[in-house]
């Protein structure tokens, strides 16, 4: 079965710095877009990062662009993020997904339980 497990949160003071990374199993790797998600309590689930099946190409929420960012290791099957600047709004719960590229619509086909972040003020 498909697997996509989070790891790397932790408490951070603001102004400092975490990796998140994301290792996946059971599927073939670069036939997948991946992207990451965040959550905080009380809100929605919103968009943070996305990369491409090559790693060529990645898109990033505005409130994050210039402070993170994400690559993939297709050899090891992961993805990344890479989290600098870090503020106390960024505090969630981040999730990867999978999204098939050739998929005739959008949407995302695997989701990770997802890894806590906590950003002290």
């Known amino acids: 079965q498909v697997q996509l497990v989070e790891s790397g949160g932790g408490l951070v003071q603001a102004g400092g710095s975490l990796r998140l990374s994301c290792a996946a199993s059971g599927l073939t790797f670069n036939n997948y877009g991946m992207s990451w998600f965040r959550q905080a309590p009380g809100k929605e689930r919103e968009f943070v990062a996305g990369i491409n099946w090559s790693g060529s190409s990645s898109n990033y929420a505005d409130s994050v662009k210039g402070r993170f960012t994400i690559s993939r290791d297709n050899a090891k099957n992961t993805v990344s993020l890479q989290m600098n600047s870090l503020k106390p709004e960024d505090t969630a719960v981040y999730s990867c997904?999978?999204?098939?590229?050739?998929?005739?619509?959008?949407?995302?086909?695997?989701w990770g339980q997802g890894t806590q972040v906590t950003v002290s003020s």
């Open positions: 997904a999978a999204t098939y590229i050739f998929r005739t619509r959008t949407g995302y086909d695997y």
